[in-house]
Antibody, heavy 121, light 108 residues
Framework: QVQLQESGPGLVKPSETLSLNCNVSGGPFRNYFWSWIRQPPGKGLEWIGYIYYNGNTKYNPSLKSRVTISVDTSKNHFSLKVNSVTAADTAVYYC???????????????WGQGTLVAVSS | SSELAQDPAVSVALGQAVGITCQGDSLTSYSASWYQQKPGQAPVLVIYAKDRRPAGIPDRFSGSTSGNTASLTITGAQAEDEADYYCSSRDTSGNLVLFGGGTKLTVL
């Protein structure tokens, strides 16, 4: 069964860059989309974007100017960078595997446990 | 349209059936998925492609869609079903993945 594990700093200063990694194990990496999703404390889920194993990306337009998702197939992991962070970027960040069904690729069938990133000076 | 609307809270008596709805224009074109999230845990996929259940999800969970409204039904709610439930789909352009605002289910 595929497992995903997020890693990265739990505290980032305002205006700096948030960087997270997601390591994938126990299942195939190629031929899947891989996604980042976040959840501010006490609030709902927000899709950040996803990347195909070949490097093709799609981002949420509301974050697109500040977000980069990259992939390293040799290490079975993908990464997230969010530039110029503010307190509004404080959230639990989840990585997830995306599967395609019914003609669209938007089903998150496996999730990491999530990691809380706080933006504060 | 870029919104999926859910009722903020729903309650159900133990052992009874309950429906959680998700409304959005994009649901006439794209199928809905449903996720269960318990406090302090990651979401878990419970329904995808309108009405399909992943392995390990009890058959008391079912999904359906009519027009622009997707529904998650729990038949015979159990105490362990108390959680937040989120629907998800594409927006009408197909370029954006959307989540509903979530429904907090209380089992009485």
């Amino acid at each position: 069964q595929v497992q995903l594990q997020e890693s990265g700093p739990g505290l980032v200063k305002p205006s700096e860059t948030l960087s997270l990694n997601c390591n994938v194990s126990g299942g195939p990496f190629r031929n899947y989309f891989w996604s980042w999703i976040r959840q501010p404390p006490g609030k709902g889920l927000e899709w950040i974007g996803y990347i195909y194993y070949n490097g093709n990306t799609k981002y949420n337009p509301s974050l697109k100017s500040r977000v980069t998702i990259s992939v390293d197939t040799s290490k079975n992991h993908f990464s997230l960078k969010v530039n110029s962070v503010t307190a509004a970027d404080t959230a639990v960040y989840y990585c997830a595997r995306v599967t395609c069904s019914g003609g669209t690729c938007s089903v998150f069938d496996s999730w990491g446990q999530g990691t809380l990133v706080a933006v504060s000076s | 349209s870029s919104e999926l609307a859910q009722d903020p809270a729903v309650s159900v008596a133990l052992g009874q059936a309950v429906g959680i709805t998700c409304q959005g224009d994009s649901l006439t074109s794209y199928s809905a998925s449903w996720y269960q999230q318990k406090p302090g845990q990651a979401p878990v996929l419970v329904i995808y492609a309108k009405d399909r259940r992943p392995a390990g999800i009890p058959d008391r969970f079912s999904g359906s869609t009519s027009g622009n409204t997707a529904s998650l039904t729990i038949t015979g709610a159990q105490a362990e079903d108390e959680a937040d439930y989120y629907c998800s789909s594409r927006d009408t352009s197909g370029n954006l993945v959307l989540f509903g605002g979530g429904t907090k289910l209380t089992v009485l």
